[in-house]
């Protein structure tokens, strides 16, 4: 069985930025092809507030989110743009977890914002934190407005055609996964470039 898990970083819910990881999770869910896919989500908002503010690695609270994050084969992050930037909860999350936990997953971020200047802001400010964190393959990011975004049925055909596009990427690189070790993302290649 293929596990994705669905990591959302904002600390407001409802938010554009969580429909939008519903909108992947239904889209998911209705993949005819791939019946056997068990998708799990964690809102790093219901996490307990002192771990994340302290640093509390070896919290109990924090082994179910950890073992989620370990057994999945994709992970799809999201997190809303302030200030050029992904959320400092979700950092704090990031930051709990052990260096290498990405390892074999094939990560696919999802950001959100009021304004368009972000659309890039997610690849280069969490791209380095995945890498830190042993991600290999990490797939462009897929950006909508706030705007953009409705509920889990009706969003912008734009943004509906770009993340069915993107979550198919990810389907084709889990079943990919075995054939291709130490697979770098197009992104990364380009991080990686020797001038």
Request: proline fraction near 6%.
């Amino acid at each position: 069985m293929t596990r994705i898990l669905l990591i959302g970083g904002s600390p407001l819910h409802p938010c554009p930025n969580h429909t939008f990881l519903d909108y992947a999770k239904y889209l998911l869910e209705n993949q005819s092809q791939f019946s056997k896919i068990k998708i799990d989500t964690l809102l790093v908002r219901n996490l307990l507030a002192e771990d994340l503010a302290f640093g509390r690695y070896s919290s109990p609270a924090l082994f179910y989110p950890k073992k989620l994050v370990e057994d999945a084969d994709a992970i799809i992050i999201g997190s809303p743009i302030f200030k050029s930037a992904y959320t400092g909860l979700l950092k704090s999350f990031l930051d709990l977890l052990p260096i290498g936990i990405f390892a074999n997953k094939v990560i696919l971020p999802l950001a959100t914002s009021q304004i368009i200047a972000h659309a890039s802001a997610l690849d280069s400010s969490l791209t380095p934190v995945l890498i830190d964190l042993g991600a290999t393959q990490i797939l462009p990011s897929v950006f909508a407005l706030d705007n953009q975004l409705q509920d889990a049925e009706h969003s912008n055909l734009e943004i509906a055609i770009r993340l069915q596009a993107a979550l198919q990427d990810l389907l084709q690189a889990i079943a990919n996964k075995g054939n291709k070790p130490n697979n770098l993302s197009p992104l990364l290649d380009k991080i990686y470039a020797v001038h």
